[in-house]
């Protein structure tokens, strides 16, 4: 059953684990987040043993240098740290300690526009025929605004009239991210080098921030409206996003990762669509290693929602291209808040964990997704999200999803001895990671469980899959193969029992499961599911 031959690289094999690291762990008590808490907490993500939660990679968002504006998501220098996280030896210090417990790091990077004050834009800026000016996508003053396009994160047209050589200049999050102009060599040049500098000092990949923003149209033209009251959603985006051209640099960025041993490439790509999405895996897979799914942060509670949305992803996906799947990310609103439903809250986030875990493809966590943290309503005055800051009504930011983690039951939640950056969720004192540590059924448990069966067995890490009940209503069953291993998931997302519809005898055992033990036999056709159970079972041969 649980074979000890394991190929595939290992982002395919492996859990990738995000950080957002203003608010992961404070060192030296300032209230944010820095490498030295990222460093103090390796142990707990993976020290080898089973009593750690056993990813095999962190994403980190952004720690370069940065105004934070955008928390990071506005660079002034690619190739330092800010001092807020620390500095670029506290960074190796965290490669060498991450790799020494097998840990890979991946590192964020932001290349479709920097910070207004990186050295590039202030030169960019200086004078029309400065040699950065072509940097940034600069455009004449015929007296109106070039085009319609919108900066996503002020509602506002995406163009900024610069006084000092009376021209426009686009960013279209805000005013403070000028978007570099992909189409200039020089620039392209400078980014290749600051990749190939991270790849250098051993750094496992990167997660590409808003890839399919990176080329704009080349002559400008406007985008249709349409109704929405999702600030990203008013436009139809023809010309501002996902322009053809944009496949051929992540050609070549993969082509520079490919002179590497085993890194990586995951992009952002902000769509709706997934077709658009998995686009940009490549047609000869010779893009990005995976397109992120995030069909499943707009996903309601819903088995056969769930089913469709899988089956749709899995047909879209290039052939040879490895899926992924993620629940909660920093941008969208956590999915244990998402699926709440009073006290089968905690049963939900059980199911949700097991399929994110069991199906083909990565799994990516998002930081204290694994002990269940939820999204609070934060006050106004406490709201640091620039896209909740400008007071619209409806439209708050994403701070709720970014509160800081809840690490135990002293004040602030172990996170810091002082008043961190954002609040801590009011629910801290019982829900944190050393109350969940200590009891048997926690979700912090739940995770570590599945973590390392998937580790331990090939089929779940890397077989296919296979729908048994092709017409689901509250069940999703299904099989995962590789070689002669094999296992089957069974979840149930309704609050009532159920019983199977289909029509294979098979008896199976227990692996792993919410309501029987290890080793208890079953028969699939004639199995009574409790409420919201999770049940991986495995043929006896
Ligand atoms: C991506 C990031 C988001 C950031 C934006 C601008 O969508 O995930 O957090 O604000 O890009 O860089
Ligand atoms: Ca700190």
Same mark, same amino acid.
């Given at each position: 059953m649980q074979g000890t031959v394991r190929t595939g690289p290992w982002w395919k094999r492996g859990v990738i684990y995000q950080i957002y690291p203003r608010s992961f762990m404070d060192s030296n008590q300032d209230g944010i987040g820095d490498i030295q808490g990222v460093i103090a907490k390796l142990d707990y993500l993976n020290? !080898?043993?089973e009593n750690s939660l056993g990813i095999d990679a962190i994403w980190i968002s952004p720690i370069y240098k940065s105004p934070m504006k955008d928390f990071g998501y506005d660079i002034s220098d690619y190739t330092d740290i800010d001092v807020i996280f620390g500095s670029k030896a506290e960074f190796i210090q965290l490669l060498?300690? #991450? $790799?020494?417990?097998?840990i890979?790091?991946?590192?964020?990077?932001?290349?479709?526009h920097t910070s207004d004050v990186h050295p590039w834009f202030i030169e960019s800026r200086k004078s029309k025929n400065n040699p950065k000016r072509d940097w940034y996508i600069w455009h004449e003053d015929k007296g109106k605004k070039p085009n319609n396009w919108v900066a996503s994160f002020e509602m506002k047209n995406a163009w900024w009239f610069d006084e000092n050589t009376k021209e426009f200049y686009l960013g279209t999050? %805000?005013?403070h991210q000028p978007e570099l102009n992909w189409r200039n060599p020089e620039l392209k040049k400078a980014v290749y080098n600051m990749i190939r500098y991270w790849l250098d000092l051993g750094v496992d990949g990167f997660r590409m921030d808003v890839v399919n923003w990176y080329i704009k149209d080349d002559q400008f033209r406007n985008n249709p409206w349409r109704l929405s009251l999702n600030p990203i959603a008013v436009q139809r985006h023809l010309y501002d996003r996902n322009r053809p051209e944009t496949h051929e640099i992540c050609r070549e960025i993969r082509a520079i990762t490919d002179q590497y041993e085993d890194r990586m490439l995951v992009g952002e790509i902000y769509t709706n669509e997934t077709r658009e999405a998995v686009s940009y895996h490549g047609k000869e897979n010779d893009e990005l290693h995976m397109a992120f799914n995030f069909s499943f942060l707009f996903q309601k509670w819903c088995a056969k929602g769930f089913y469709n949305n899988i089956l749709e992803y899995y047909h +879209?996906? =290039? #052939?040879? +291209? &490895? =899926?992924?799947? %993620?629940?909660?990310? $920093?941008?969208? =609103?956590? $999915?244990?808040?998402?699926y709440r439903d009073g006290k089968y809250t905690d049963a939900r986030a059980k199911v949700a964990a097991?399929?994110?875990?069991?199906?083909? !493809? %990565?799994?990516f966590i998002y930081y204290g997704e694994e002990i269940g943290m939820?999204?609070?309503?934060? #006050?106004r005055k406490d709201i640091q999200d620039p896209l909740g800051k400008k007071g619209w009504p409806f439209i708050r930011g994403r701070d709720a999803e970014r509160t800081p983690?809840? &690490?135990? +039951?002293? =004040?602030?939640? !172990?996170?810091s001895t002082v008043r961190p950056w954002l609040p801590v969720n009011s629910d801290y004192k019982h829900k944190n990671v050393s109350t969940q540590s200590k009891e048997k059924n926690s979700l912090l448990a739940f995770y570590k469980a599945l973590i390392w069966l998937r580790k331990r067995n090939n089929a779940l890490s890397l077989g296919d899959i296979e729908f048994m009940e092709k017409d689901p209503k509250e069940v999703l069953i299904y099989k995962r193969k590789y070689g002669d291993e094999e296992v089957t998931v069974v979840l149930n997302f309704s609050k009532r029992q159920q019983r199977l519809q289909i029509d294979t005898a098979g008896k199976e055992k227990t692996l792993f499961g919410t309501h029987r033990s290890k080793g208890e036999e079953i028969f699939l056709n004639q199995l009574a599911l409790y409420p919201y159970e999770v049940l991986i079972a495995g043929s006896l041969n």
């Amino acid at each position: 059953m649980q074979g000890t031959v394991r190929t595939g690289p290992w982002w395919k094999r492996g859990v990738i684990y995000q950080i957002y690291p203003r608010s992961f762990m404070d060192s030296n008590q300032d209230g944010i987040g820095d490498i030295q808490g990222v460093i103090a907490k390796l142990d707990y993500l993976n020290d !080898g043993s089973e009593n750690s939660l056993g990813i095999d990679a962190i994403w980190i968002s952004p720690i370069y240098k940065s105004p934070m504006k955008d928390f990071g998501y506005d660079i002034s220098d690619y190739t330092d740290i800010d001092v807020i996280f620390g500095s670029k030896a506290e960074f190796i210090q965290l490669l060498g300690e #991450a $790799h020494k417990r097998n840990i890979k790091v991946i590192m964020d990077l932001v290349i479709n526009h920097t910070s207004d004050v990186h050295p590039w834009f202030i030169e960019s800026r200086k004078s029309k025929n400065n040699p950065k000016r072509d940097w940034y996508i600069w455009h004449e003053d015929k007296g109106k605004k070039p085009n319609n396009w919108v900066a996503s994160f002020e509602m506002k047209n995406a163009w900024w009239f610069d006084e000092n050589t009376k021209e426009f200049y686009l960013g279209t999050f %805000t005013r403070h991210q000028p978007e570099l102009n992909w189409r200039n060599p020089e620039l392209k040049k400078a980014v290749y080098n600051m990749i190939r500098y991270w790849l250098d000092l051993g750094v496992d990949g990167f997660r590409m921030d808003v890839v399919n923003w990176y080329i704009k149209d080349d002559q400008f033209r406007n985008n249709p409206w349409r109704l929405s009251l999702n600030p990203i959603a008013v436009q139809r985006h023809l010309y501002d996003r996902n322009r053809p051209e944009t496949h051929e640099i992540c050609r070549e960025i993969r082509a520079i990762t490919d002179q590497y041993e085993d890194r990586m490439l995951v992009g952002e790509i902000y769509t709706n669509e997934t077709r658009e999405a998995v686009s940009y895996h490549g047609k000869e897979n010779d893009e990005l290693h995976m397109a992120f799914n995030f069909s499943f942060l707009f996903q309601k509670w819903c088995a056969k929602g769930f089913y469709n949305n899988i089956l749709e992803y899995y047909h +879209a996906l =290039p #052939a040879d +291209a &490895w =899926p992924n799947f %993620t629940l909660s990310n $920093h941008d969208q =609103p956590r $999915h244990y808040y998402r699926y709440r439903d009073g006290k089968y809250t905690d049963a939900r986030a059980k199911v949700a964990a097991a399929l994110l875990m069991t199906l083909r !493809g %990565t799994p990516f966590i998002y930081y204290g997704e694994e002990i269940g943290m939820t999204c609070e309503r934060i #006050a106004r005055k406490d709201i640091q999200d620039p896209l909740g800051k400008k007071g619209w009504p409806f439209i708050r930011g994403r701070d709720a999803e970014r509160t800081p983690m809840q &690490w135990d +039951a002293s =004040p602030y939640a !172990g996170f810091s001895t002082v008043r961190p950056w954002l609040p801590v969720n009011s629910d801290y004192k019982h829900k944190n990671v050393s109350t969940q540590s200590k009891e048997k059924n926690s979700l912090l448990a739940f995770y570590k469980a599945l973590i390392w069966l998937r580790k331990r067995n090939n089929a779940l890490s890397l077989g296919d899959i296979e729908f048994m009940e092709k017409d689901p209503k509250e069940v999703l069953i299904y099989k995962r193969k590789y070689g002669d291993e094999e296992v089957t998931v069974v979840l149930n997302f309704s609050k009532r029992q159920q019983r199977l519809q289909i029509d294979t005898a098979g008896k199976e055992k227990t692996l792993f499961g919410t309501h029987r033990s290890k080793g208890e036999e079953i028969f699939l056709n004639q199995l009574a599911l409790y409420p919201y159970e999770v049940l991986i079972a495995g043929s006896l041969n």
